[in-house]
């Protein structure tokens, strides 16, 4: 009897150990760094594809990007590739294995930060597959921002950003976009939405009209004038500078907050 409640516990340590280990395999944290210098570029096309975890974009780099990434998968490495032609820029940074099948857990981790240079002229894409992004845009120089939102939750700051073109869609998720302060252009925004809330925070003192139509959740703008579907501040009518701003469809809530 003794020596098999023996064998029974040596069987039972050697299951936790290789458990243990395998564990521990999974768990091992990876850390790049990875940086693209600027050349002669006019222009920069920037296509993010990041599939889950935390995403923070900001800009600020003394490169044309710096990046930094740590994940505990090894399949979740990410690429980097930049090529330029007649002075415009093609940089994509995705994962290319992870494409595949990406499947984690709560042990696991994968979070990029990316820096990306202040002042060069970008069109910039975004796909978040899930997780949680952080995107600090005010300080970028954008001639376009698109944003793909699958899932999660997302927060962008573009205030005093003078973006000219806007287009987002989320499937589902949250999402909070702060576009308040001062505006030297006009912006043309499309929100596509899905299951989830938006947030939109938006200036007092600059012209904003917000169209919403197909939406079936609720719509609350304290401080706008509704004319039928359109949602206008006291600006509107005389600022030189005007957001001008569609929502599509979506089972959420909408909330306009406006800000000085």
Not at 47 to 71: C, M, P, R
Not at 179 to 208: I, Q, R, T, Y
Not at 224 to 238: G, T, V
Request: proline share 2%; glycine share 8%; hydrophobic share 40%.
């Amino acid at each position: 009897m003794k020596t098999k409640v023996l064998m029974v516990t040596c069987w039972f340590l050697i299951l936790f150990s290789l458990t243990a280990a395998a564990k521990a395999s999974h768990n091992k944290q990876f850390k790049e760094e990875k940086s693209i210098s600027k050349k002669n570029e006019t222009l920069v096309n920037v296509q993010i594809s990041f599939l889950g975890g935390e995403l923070s974009v900001s800009g600020g780099a003394s490169d044309l990007v710096n990046a930094t990434f740590e994940y505990s998968q090894r399949e979740w490495q990410p690429e980097i590739d930049y090529s330029v032609e007649d002075k415009i820029g093609n940089l994509k940074i995705w994962m290319p294995e992870a494409d595949k099948n990406f499947n984690s857990d709560d042990d696991d981790i994968n979070e990029w930060d990316l820096k990306l240079n202040s002042n060069t002229l970008m069109d910039l894409s975004i796909k978040l597959g899930g997780g949680e992004g952080t995107y600090d845009l005010s300080n970028l120089k954008m001639n376009s921002l698109e944003i793909r939102l699958l899932g999660g939750e997302l927060d962008i700051d573009l205030h005093n950003s003078s973006l000219p073109r806007l287009n987002f869609k989320a499937l589902a998720g949250e999402a909070n976009v702060d576009l308040s302060g001062k505006w030297d252009n006009d912006l043309n925004a499309d929100f596509v939405g899905g299951v989830g809330e938006l947030n939109l925070k938006l200036p007092e003192k600059v012209g904003v009209r917000v169209h919403a139509s197909g939406i079936l959740g609720n719509i609350e703008a304290p401080g706008f004038i509704k004319e039928n579907s359109n949602y206008i501040n006291d600006a509107y009518q005389k600022a030189k500078v005007t957001l001008y701003i569609d929502i599509f469809g979506g089972i959420g809530n909408v909330n306009l907050k406006l800000v000085e």
